[in-house]
């Protein structure tokens, strides 16, 4: 099913217009606030956007239709997101440049951000030669957003840590420029890939199934850049990640109700 409108271009759609303002309110205050909590409890908090996606989506769509089904796995998606979050690292220490620095080198950051450059040329690849289905757009998108959430979270505590300490001459540095330039590339593609997946399929299956992804990503990355997980006891990993688990039911759910009911043949 195509939802792309005929011959007009998003910039000439106002309710295209009014999406993009949203966004940009919305990724200023992420900037301002993402420094001042883990990574690993922030990703998690992108879950609680589905209910609003289950309100939404049959308001602007009306091909969309809100099952049972699809209120039950909401309601389990909140019930695993909130577990996670009351177990996450609840405080995040001051990133200066030595020690974002220190970070990137770490041999488990290199190795999981080959593993996730090559995964993604691995998904362009083939979506170029057998096509994109929606798998590859949500993957595609999600661990774009797992890596943006990680530029972010380093440009906003070098930001941070330079306000306190009323120096700025850190921010000269090519680190937080390059950081800054990341964070903004990064977020337009992940928003390219997600618009056009959203064109072509339905929202009450890409928003899920991304969401998968984008946690995935985001809190892997999370706690193996900022070594998040040291500051968690054991009981905090093991019930972080039964909420984790409890989330991803909870999208699995979804995206399986979905699939059975409209899209049969484009999640192969």
Known sequence: MNREENGR??????????????????????????????QSMLAPLGSLSLGWNVIL?????????????????????????IISILYAATSTPSYNLERIKELAGNPYFINYLMFTLAAQGTLILHGNR??????????????????????????SELVKNAIMKGEFDELRNIIPIMAIIMTIVTALTQLHVLNTGLAKFEALVVVPVYQTFYNAFAITGGLIFFQEYRAMSKKDTTMYSIGLMITLVGVNMLVQQR??????????
């Open 130 to 155: 057998k096509g994109y289905s929606m798998l590859h757009y949500t993957a595609l998108a999600g661990s774009l957003g797992g890596e943006t959430l990680i530029f972010a979270k380093s440009s």
């Open 9 to 38: 271009k998003p910039f000439m759609q106002p309710l295209w217009l009014m999406g993009m303002a949203v966004i940009v309110v919305d990724a200023i205050g992420d900037f301002v606030f993402i420094g001042l909590a883990p």
């Open 259 to 268: 699939r059975k009911s409209v899209l049969p043949s484009h999640v192969e």
């Open 57 to 81: 989506a049959p308001i602007f769509h009306r091909d969309e239709n809100v099952t049972k089904t699809t209120v039950i796995a909401t309601a389990v998606i909140y019930v695993g997101t």
